[in-house]
């Protein structure tokens, strides 16, 4: 079973879009997918369509497997979507647990213990859908998963938003004595205009990132709103869309990268 995150702290960049693509991606190549929802927006929950009835019921949910650890068992927390993903939706209750967790004992690592309750062997991957801030949901995605993706916008603030992504990185690296493996960063919501393509060139030359920026982009598609917006993705929305090859070639460099 392999956990990756999506993470960034910057906000709007295509977390929950390049998760809720990168899981149908690989579940078309045969693979058995768990994504959690680790956002207390619930986007990602809301992208497979399930927003309302589990975001705001007040049901057992991810955000009392967070705080009371030996909650329960968090096999009881997955749903299967439309799309036949595994999800671990988000709840309103996600807001609190940021603070109820800021003096707990472990609370880095309350979603490395809810994942590995999971039964052994049902899934090939996690996703781990992570907020837009640094904090400790971050912290728990990172540490959870050891292995990142790293959506990006092309734009100029990118450069510091990454500079902030990984040092935060290395400093959980330091104080858990764990290595985190960045499987990419990838570029998203890339417009055809020149800006965008140089800036991108600037952060592909940039020492330490030319190794880890994707040689291509998921660039900038309507269709992508327009299907999150309907609570699906582009594979179940627009299958013809020239974005779902890039999304296909995602899921297969993950793939390869965790082997
Ligand atoms: N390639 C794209 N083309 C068009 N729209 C996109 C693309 N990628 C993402 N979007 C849209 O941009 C918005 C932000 O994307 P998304 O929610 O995936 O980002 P995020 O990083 O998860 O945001 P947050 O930080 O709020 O969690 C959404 O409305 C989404 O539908
Ligand atoms: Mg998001």
Do not use: C, W
Request: avoid cysteine.
């Amino acid at each position: 079973m392999h956990t990756i995150a999506i993470t960034n702290q910057k906000g709007g960049v295509g977390k929950t879009t390049i998760t809720a693509h990168l899981a149908v991606g690989l579940a078309n190549r045969g693979h058995r997918v768990l994504a959690i929802d680790l956002d207390p927006q619930g986007y990602l929950t809301r992208h497979f369509g399930l927003k309302e009835e589990l975001y705001r019921g007040e049901i057992d949910n991810i955000a009392l497997h967070l705080t009371n650890s030996g909650h329960g068992d968090p096999t009881d927390l997955i749903v299967t979507t439309d799309e036949d993903i595994d999800l671990v939706p988000s709840n309103y209750d996600m807001r609190g647990v940021a603070d109820a967790l800021s003096n707990a004992r472990n609370r880095e690592r309350r979603l490395q213990n809810v994942i590995s309750a999971l039964p052994g062997g049902s899934y090939d991957y996690v996703l781990v859908d992570s907020p837009p801030n640094l904090g400790v949901l971050t912290d728990n995605a990172i540490l959870a998963s050891r292995r990142l993706l790293i959506p990006i916008q092309a734009e100029d603030s990118s450069l510091d938003a990454l500079e902030m992504a990984l040092d935060e990185i290395e400093e959980i690296e330091a104080a858990f004595g764990i290595d985190v493996d960045i499987l990419g960063i990838a570029p998203n919501l890339v417009p055809r205009d020149g800006v965008a393509e140089s800036t991108l060139e600037t952060i592909r030359s940039t020492p330490g990132l030319e190794e880890l920026v994707l040689p291509y982009e998921i660039r900038k598609r309507a269709d992508i709103k327009y299907a999150m917006r309907r609570g699906e993705t582009l594979y179940a929305y627009n299958d013809d869309s020239d974005m779902i090859p890039v999304f296909d070639r995602l899921a297969a460099d993950v793939e390869r990268s965790v082997n």
